[in-house]
């Protein structure tokens, strides 16, 4: 499952991320709140780099509320996302009363936002969440050092800085699939649990690969954004883009899904 889904994010992040959120409902186990009765119209408006969520929502017993939360719309026929995660924080002073909550065109991130149809995870399957999302995102990075190092990728020359650029972050990210690989060594399937052990040397190892994947995204949007590309747009620029939601969800699963305690 870590090979293949490191290959799909390699291949087309903007397909692999749909595949995922259509496959599995992977915000399932969390807390999730209410569309009003009295306040039919909650909406969520596509926005650059994500949605604008309106509505009105009760929300869970406050034992039950952790630090994430999702927020349903009703079902729609048009295959749009109908499932919003936001940090439970981002709720406080929205108004409302008491279990009531009043949005106003929050934003919340395109890897944030999923859909219900799909089958649900479970508690008990966050290191498959943990290691699907990050095997996407290791997947999308190397898809992005390829660009950076492809001598004329959308007509923008490249340098022998941005080649030695490509051929270092390409190392690291070999290095850390590497090290996740070894992590699962000899491990069951991530879906019928994993061995204390493993789910220690896991949870180690996910977010260290997520901070690659944000460093090495960093470097080549800088080389994007300083590249001759004769006024156009590079194709950098659209393929961070397109793995966006990938790379946003890859930064904080551990969170949403936390190990056993």
Do not use: N
Not at 115 to 137: I, K
Not at 141 to 156: C, E, M, S, Y
Not at 179 to 198: E, I, Y
């Amino acid at each position: 499952m870590f090979t293949a889904c490191e290959s799909a994010g390699h291949a087309a992040p903007a397909e692999a991320w749909q595949a995922l959120t259509g496959a599995w409902s992977w915000a399932a186990p969390l807390p999730t709140a209410a569309c009003h009765a009295d306040f039919p119209g909650a909406t969520a408006r596509p926005t650059p780099g994500g949605f604008t969520l309106s509505g009105l929502w009760s929300l869970p017993a406050a034992e039950e509320t952790g630090l994430w939360l999702a927020l349903p719309l009703p079902a729609s026929a048009t295959g749009e996302p109908d499932l919003f995660v936001v940090a439970t924080k981002a709720l406080s002073g929205r108004g409302g009363a008491g279990s009531l909550v009043r949005l106003d065109d929050l934003y919340v991130p395109a890897g944030f936002a999923t859909h219900s149809a799909g089958a649900p995870l479970r508690v008990g399957d966050a290191a498959f969440l943990w290691t699907a999302v990050t095997a996407l995102a290791l997947g999308t990075a190397r898809r992005i050092t390829d660009v950076l190092a492809a001598p004329h990728a959308g007509g923008a020359a490249s340098t022998p800085q941005a080649a030695a650029t490509a051929t270092e972050l390409a190392t690291v990210l070999h290095d850390e699939r590497l090290s996740l690989a070894a992590a699962l060594h000899d491990a069951p399937s991530a879906r019928k649990g994993l061995p204390t052990a493993v789910e220690k040397r896991l949870v180690a190892r996910v977010p260290r690969a997520g901070r690659a994947v944000q460093y090495l995204v960093a470097v080549a949007y800088e080389h994007a954004l300083t590249a001759d590309c004769g006024g156009g747009w590079h194709p950098l620029l659209s393929l961070i883009e397109a793995g966006s939601p990938i790379l946003q969800l890859a930064r904080c699963t551990t969170e949403l899904l936390p190990p056993a305690t």
